[in-house]
Nanobody, 126 residues
């Protein structure tokens, strides 16, 4: 069984930064792809960034490209999401997701992933 646990959320002023972490436990050696999603109040859960577990190749949604950076530390089974130049509209619950096994589907879709964390709240407010 695999578990994902996010941490690092909090309250930050506009223009500030946070680093979110996603800790994976269990059979992590079979991970193929990891993603970060976010859900603002009253809105759908949207893909924001993803990364191949072995190669580290990243992919970003247009809304966060240039401000957010996804990375991973395979040795520690951690995936990070660095959030820079935060805006009030970035306020949301941020969740990580993982897929095990090869796949050619849409990494932006929820059904691509096998495992999900509970999420961590990020609030951007002055």
């Amino acid at each position: 069984q695999v578990q994902l646990e996010e941490s690092g959320g909090g309250v930050v002023q506009p223009g500030g930064s946070l680093r979110l972490s996603c800790a994976a436990s269990g059979r992590t050696s079979r991970f193929f792809y990891m993603g970060w999603f976010r859900q603002a109040p009253g809105k759908s859960q949207d893909f924001i960034a993803g990364i191949y577990w072995t190669t580290g190749s990243p992919y970003y949604a247009e809304s966060v490209r240039g401000r957010f950076t996804i990375s991973r530390d395979n040795a520690k089974d951690l995936v990070y999401l660095q959030l820079n130049n935060l805006r009030p509209e970035d306020t949301a619950v941020y969740s990580c997701a993982g897929r095990q096994g090869l796949g050619s589907g849409n990494v932006r879709g929820r059904t691509f992933y096998d495992y999900w964390g509970q999420g961590t709240q990020v609030t951007v407010s002055s």
